[in-house]
């Protein structure tokens, strides 16, 4: 009995909670040689089974390391990378990327252009050594998939950019991957092919169920098909929480200034009984109900969608008179800039049909206080101070 309980093939998670963090990553660490600071600088998340995972960040903030560490084309410092049951990585395991049964696709195609489309989707069969009559059929899936089917004998060199990118799709999904990772797959295309394959893409992995890790730094583009989002600064994960939570309740200040367009009043905060007073420099004064609840320096973000204009006063919470200095046509919405009467310029977007001021109205703006999110100021020249002199 005890024999069977002590074997170390045998994995005591139950499976549920297993798929609940098919994917963890703890602690991942990357130092490139010669680098001043880490690429990756404890990393950690977990992701279940069939979901859908954006990693989001500027330029250089970790987001193809971390997928090429999770892929094993990069070795971690330190860390573990566990994809289901099985360890891929820590400080004792290093599985090979060839044996890490993972599909990926890179921004550049990396298709053969003097091979077929099906010789370009069969390649990671025939590494495999799958037999040829399984190799035909799972290649003719594949491109069915993508909606190439058509396309099979065709030269690769004979393609659009789009076709390419479902080429390098295909040929990621052909081995039937327990995870998909996805390093900026649409960002070579234009505008309006990468809506369409955004939509195809995410409709290929609900079908196929395949947990996948998808890189962007395009926000409207992580928030429309992630399960959940990683937003990352400076190789560290700032948040990871659903698109709405993301949006409507960013955790830090570089998550709010990162994602869609707002309002930032520098100023000073005092905490009360269940609301906090805020002062800007530019005089206004704000009842907020979100974010940080103390006393200092502080940040207060209003989006630009969450302010109201309004013809005339009606003493409600967060009222001042404003002037609107520029209103701009959109189509679908209104921006406007605003000027009140001490001086702040606040942005407000408005939809179209509620709202028709022009440049020269007086009216009146407000924001309630559950929308006025406060962020404790970050302490000016941190990590900075005086070096001692020898
Ligand atoms: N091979 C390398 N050698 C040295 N430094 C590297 C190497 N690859 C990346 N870096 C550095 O590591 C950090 C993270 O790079 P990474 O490529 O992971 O960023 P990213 O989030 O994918 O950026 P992008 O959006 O531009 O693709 C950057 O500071 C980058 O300059
Ligand atoms: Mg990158």
């Not at 001043?36 to 859908?52: D, T």
């Not at 709010?256 to 905490?271: P, Q, R, T």
């Not at 502080?298 to 204009?309: H, K, M, N």
């Not at 929308?371 to 101070?385: E, I």
Request: aromatic content about 6%; hydrophobic content about 40%.
């Amino acid at each position: 009995m005890s024999s069977t309980i002590s074997d170390p093939a045998v994995d005591a998670t139950p499976a549920d909670a297993r798929d609940e963090r098919f994917l963890e990553v703890t602690d991942l660490v990357k130092t490139y040689p010669g680098a001043p600071s880490p690429a990756l600088n404890g990393v950690s998340f977990a992701m279940p089974k069939g979901s859908f995972l954006v990693l989001l960040g500027p330029s250089g903030c970790g987001k193809t390391t971390t997928m090429r560490s999770i892929v094993g084309l990069e070795t971690p410092d330190s860390g573990t990378i566990r994809v289901g049951d099985r360890v891929m990585y820590d400080d004792t395991t290093n599985v090979p990327v060839h044996r890490r049964a993972m599909g990926m696709v890179f921004q550049s195609y990396a298709i053969w252009p003097h091979r077929t489309v099906a010789q370009n989707v069969a390649f990671p069969l025939k590494v495999q050594k799958v037999a040829r009559g399984e190799v035909t059929r799972r290649v003719d899936e594949a491109l069915e998939l993508v909606g190439l089917g058509h396309l099979g004998r065709r030269s690769a060199s004979a393609l659009s950019g789009g076709q390419m990118q479902r080429v390098a799709l295909a040929r990621s999904i052909v081995m039937r991957p327990d995870l998909l990772l996805l390093d900026e797959p649409l960002s070579n295309l234009d505008a309006s092919l990468r809506d369409r394959l955004r939509i195809e893409l995410k409709r290929l992995q609900q079908e196929l169920g395949i947990t996948s890790v998808y890189v962007t730094h395009d926000q409207s583009e992580a928030l429309a098909m992630a399960d959940r989002v990683a937003v990352m600064f400076g190789g560290v994960i700032h948040q990871f929480a659903s698109p709405r939570e993301l949006y409507e309740a960013p955790a830090t200040l570089e998550v709010a200034e990162f994602l869609g367009k707002s309002n930032m009043l520098e100023g000073d905060a005092v905490a009360g009984a269940g609301s906090t007073e805020f002062g800007s420099e530019g005089g206004i004064r704000l009842t907020s109900t979100t974010g940080w609840h103390g006393t200092g320096p502080a940040i207060a973000r209003i989006r630009v969608e969450d302010v109201d204009l309004h013809a005339s006063a009606e003493g409600r919470v967060n009222e001042y008179p404003a002037r609107v200095l520029v209103a701009v046509y959109e189509g679908s919405q209104m921006a406007y800039l605003v000027e009140t009467g001490s001086g702040a310029q606040i942005e407000v977007v408005a939809q179209r049909r509620t709202s028709d001021f022009r440049a020269g109205d007086e009216v009146h703006i407000s924001v309630d206080p559950e929308h006025v999110r406060l962020y404790a100021a970050p302490v000016d020249g941190a990590g900075t101070t005086a070096e001692p002199t020898a």
